[in-house]
């Protein structure tokens, strides 16, 4: 625990079994209506938000002071399932400090990791149990769950960074994952800087 200016050593632990961290300080969750207009599948998108405002994805932090030279860890968790062809995903996002990386280590699941640069460089990564995502600086990042079960990935990145998330909201990214004949395919997004 920290008061937010200080901080000593700590320790935290993984519920890999029910995916979260046990004495986690933050817990966010992510539902369909928080993702308007970034689903390709509109029509899908709407009919799903008539039945259920689904849970789509959750994070859990273990905070500390957000200055330089510290590290935030924690655990997103993104739910199995489809917006028409697409699949689940995270909202995605730049740093707001954008030369700032991100390690993540992949611990439960099937995902991909969606990244681009400002410059229009994009990159695509499996995720799958012990394989680790190196983001770098400039790379904005969306984690897509392509399995039947939970994505759970272990993420650190520098605590002064900030997120930008106007940019992708507005742009959204090059790149989108769908499921195509019953497998993941990677495909040009129509809606990309609309
Ligand atoms: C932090 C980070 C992850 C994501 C999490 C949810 O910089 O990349 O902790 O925040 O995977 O995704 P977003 O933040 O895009 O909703
Ligand atoms: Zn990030």
């Not at 390690?103 to 460089?121: I, R």
């Not at 900030?162 to 809606?191: C, L, W």
Request: glycine fraction near 6%.
């Amino acid at each position: 625990m920290n008061d937010g200016l200080t901080i000593r050593p700590f320790t935290f632990s993984i519920d890999l079994e029910n995916c979260r961290i046990t004495d986690a300080d933050n817990h966010i969750k992510r539902n369909l209506a928080d993702m308007k207009n970034q689903y390709f599948y509109k029509e899908a998108y709407d009919k799903m938000m008539k039945e259920d405002n689904a849970l789509l994805y959750e994070v859990y932090e273990k905070l500390v002071p957000e200055k330089s030279g510290e590290l935030i860890q924690g655990l997103s968790i993104v739910h199995p399932g489809k917006v028409g062809k697409e699949y689940f995903m995270t909202k995605g996002h730049f740093h707001s400090i954008i030369d700032t990386a991100e390690l993540y280590l992949c611990l439960k699941g099937k995902g991909m990791m969606v990244m681009e640069t400002p410059e229009g460089e994009w990159a695509i990564e499996e995720m799958i149990p012990n394989k680790a995502v190196y983001v770098p600086g400039k790379w904005a990042h969306r984690s897509v769950n392509i399995s039947d079960t939970d994505l759970v990935t272990l993420f650190i990145y520098p605590a002064d960074a900030g997120h930008d998330y106007g940019t992708i909201k507005e742009k959204s990214f090059r790149k989108i994952v769908i499921e195509e004949n019953g497998k993941p395919a990677i495909m040009d997004n129509p809606m990309w800087n609309l």
